[in-house]
């Protein structure tokens, strides 16, 4: 199997305008991570989720209390001699995942308590500006078989931009949607991967003993990416981000050292189905849309002058003048203005605090609003 093969049929592009479309993505390049991510351009990928080995630090087996093995990470690559050597391995993936990284994207870390404090500290000496951390809680978490410490119910995620002036993007209504309309928190309740989704080898065992589940890769590529975004998984395993990624209509790369990863995630990938393209949109994010000034609505006649505005309560009533002003009593100027006046307010968003009647209804100005930015498409 040629392991740079696209999983897809090449796409015809737009001339490149900027270096991820010099990169061909849809593909796992088997390599280190370090040695590998060197070789792609700078400022080339939107997105980064990185899953690094642990350093669990293990000392021998552990057993369930009916005395079956515990099938844990035990694996080379989650080892390192010592605490320096992983803060060295560390600070040379963050480097270059710095370097592929564009000015405006964003870098994700999930890990444990036993590395995602020194990985924590790696990224602020490094310079990435933290944006928040995140508590996967475990819904079914393994329990703590020998009863002498509390059961290890979470992991924790470090999102992150390049530095604070960064423009990173972040679908806050799509999030919010997600939530049943309530902001979205930062603890996430998720269950581990099992079940069917728990990919498993020839021996019936499993495939990658710290497969993420892809409703947490879901969300953290709805919250920051866009559909043909590039993202990169340096530390790839059984290709959780790529399915995830082919899914939501992203374009991606994954880096996997472990042969026996990079054929399971190969297999996987080429069974997982696209959305359609009218699936993959999300709520748009209002901050992203044109700037839209009252008096367009009144050009463009969905607002007559003469019109009377109201607040939701109808305490106040308003009428709009020609130049998309509005005059109630003492007060006059902008929507927003004659609001905070009204209200003593050092600010009021007019958009949703005027309304129109519209069938014995109150309708706020943004419902309006969103119907003129609807003509423009």
């Known amino acids: 199997m040629n392991l740079m093969t696209p999983l897809r049929p090449a796409r015809v592009r737009a001339p490149a305008k900027d270096a991820s479309s010099l990169i061909a993505d849809g593909?796992?390049?088997?390599?280190?991570?370090?040695a590998e991510m060197a070789k792609l351009p700078p400022k080339s990928v939107d997105m980064i989720f990185a899953d690094p080995p642990y350093n669990l630090q293990l000392g021998g087996d552990l057993f369930r209390p009916e005395g079956g093995r515990v099938d844990a990470v035990d694996n080379d690559w989650d080892k390192f001699d010592?605490?320096?050597?992983?803060?060295?391995?560390?600070?040379?993936?963050?480097?270059?995942?710095?370097?592929?990284?564009?000015?405006?994207?964003?870098?994700?870390?999930?890990?444990?308590?036993?590395?995602?404090?020194?990985?924590?500290?790696?990224?602020?000496?490094?310079?990435?500006?933290?944006?928040?951390?995140?508590?996967?809680?475990?819904?079914?978490?393994?329990?703590?078989?020998?009863?002498?410490?509390?059961?290890?119910?979470?992991?924790?995620?470090?999102?992150?931009?390049?530095?604070?002036?960064?423009?990173?993007?972040?679908?806050?209504?799509?999030?919010?949607?997600?939530?049943?309309?309530?902001?979205?928190?930062?603890?996430?309740?998720?269950?581990?991967?099992?079940?069917?989704?728990?990919?498993?080898?020839?021996?019936?065992?499993?495939?990658?003993?710290?497969?993420?589940?892809?409703?947490?890769?879901?969300?953290?590529?709805?919250?920051?990416t866009e559909p043909g975004d590039l993202v990169l998984d340096p530390f790839f395993g059984t290709g959780t981000t790529g399915a995830v990624a082919r899914r939501l209509g992203r374009r991606w790369i994954g880096i996997e050292?472990?042969?026996?990863?990079?054929?399971?995630?190969?297999?996987?990938?080429?069974?997982?189905?696209?959305?359609?393209?009218?699936?993959?949109?999300?709520?748009?994010?209002?901050?992203?849309?044109?700037?839209?000034?009252?008096?367009?609505?009144?050009?463009?006649?969905?607002?007559?002058?003469?019109?009377?505005?109201?607040?939701?309560?109808?305490?106040?009533?308003?009428?709009?003048?020609?130049?998309?002003?509005?005059?109630c009593g003492p007060h006059q100027g902008s929507i927003h203005k004659v609001g905070a006046g009204l209200q003593s307010a050092p600010s009021c968003n007019g958009w949703t605090f005027w309304h129109v009647e519209r069938n014995k209804r109150l309708v706020p100005l943004d419902v309006l609003r969103q119907e003129h930015l609807a003509g423009l498409e």
């Open 82 to 224: 010592s605490l320096a050597a992983y803060d060295a391995f560390t600070r040379a993936w963050l480097h270059q995942a710095r370097r592929v990284l564009k000015d405006d994207g964003t870098l994700w870390v999930i890990g444990s308590y036993h590395n995602i404090y020194r990985v924590g500290s790696l990224l602020q000496d490094a310079a990435y500006w933290i944006l928040n951390d995140i508590v996967w809680r475990k819904a079914n978490p393994m329990p703590n078989f020998r009863g002498t410490r509390f059961t290890n119910a979470h992991e924790t995620l470090i999102w992150c931009a390049k530095d604070e002036r960064a423009k990173y993007s972040f679908n806050y209504q799509a999030m919010k949607a997600l939530n049943d309309d309530l902001q979205m928190r930062s603890d996430w309740v998720l269950p581990i991967c099992s079940g069917a989704e728990r990919l498993k080898n020839v021996t019936g065992h499993k495939a990658h003993p710290t497969q993420k589940p892809e409703a947490l890769l879901y969300r953290i590529l709805l919250a920051c």
């Open 257 to 327: 050292r472990e042969p026996d990863y990079v054929s399971v995630a190969q297999e996987r990938i080429a069974a997982t189905l696209p959305l359609d393209e009218s699936a993959m949109q999300v709520v748009p994010d209002k901050r992203r849309q044109p700037r839209v000034a009252f008096g367009l609505l009144v050009e463009s006649g969905l607002v007559s002058p003469g019109t009377t505005l109201f607040d939701a309560k109808r305490r106040w009533r308003a009428a709009v003048r020609a130049d998309g002003s509005l005059r």
């Open 27 to 34: 593909r796992i390049i088997q390599g280190d991570c370090i």
